[in-house]
């Protein structure tokens, strides 16, 4: 019964949480389908589903590796941030083209596309959003290549609806009119993926950087040591509250992370880790300076200062 409970697991967080982050941050993907926009309007759900299915035959594929191998094909935080600035680049070029593409002209044969859809799809994977990091840690504890791959397909199908419909709508924009206009949101979507990215991976000018070291704790077990501070800090869908609290140097500090909503916030990159939260981040004595943490997302960043 285990992969009946993850699949549907997967299907609620999916639902539930995993729709609007997920289609923020890997819509702009969907871009990819209007490149051509010649073909008949009856082609759209086509085109659509071939996308959703190359999603679901990624993900389902990422399942059974991260049951069998766990952690180890776990992609590190820095490799992520590579990736989204490549897809924000993707996008961007996806919607310069669809910018300078004529109404009368067809650059993309109904085959072409086609294939191009379910490679669209399965190139989400590449991107994954907060609540994909939270199912991704799920499907590394259930030790199995069947309950991966269950918890990682109920998420698919969960987020399935509103790729649909974004994807259905932005076909048939792209024979419109505002054409243009979903080609500025693109290159909207495209730099702000790439934004996140560069956020993501700690390469913005004064992000500041404290001893690196950590540990984990579950919330409420012992104590890191005698003397040691503690500092709480709530994720919530909007960011971390307080985004900037301060801490004592030179001694233990236990960072305290609660949880008061689903969404991106739930999984924090903080010291070159991923840590699905609620949790509690147990840092060594710290040199004055700032410690930051980012979301896995790379959308919503907090600062601990150390003095």
Known sequence: MQPFALLASGLAAGLVAGTASCTAVQGGLLVGLTSGGCERPSRDPVLVAWFLAGRLVSYSAAGVLLGLAGSAVSLPPEVRALLLVAAGIT?????????RRRRSGCDETPRRAARSAP?????????PCGVTLGMEMVAVSSGSPLGGAAVMAGFVLGTAPAFALLGWVLRRVSRTRLARLTGVAALVAGLWTVGAGVSLGGWLAGSGSATTESTLAAPGSAAAGQGARTVT???????????MVTAPAGVSVEIVFKLADQGCTRTVTIAG???ALPAT?????????SLRYVCGMGMYSGYINFS
């Open 281 to 289: 981040v147990r840092l060594p004595p710290q040199r004055p300076g």
């Open 273 to 275: 880790r991923d840590v």
């Open 233 to 243: 800090v709530w994720a919530t869908r909007d960011g971390y509250r307080p985004g």
């Open 119 to 127: 490679l669209l799809g399965a190139a989400t994977i590449l991107i």
């Open 91 to 99: 996008v961007i070029a996806y919607a310069i083209g669809l910018l």
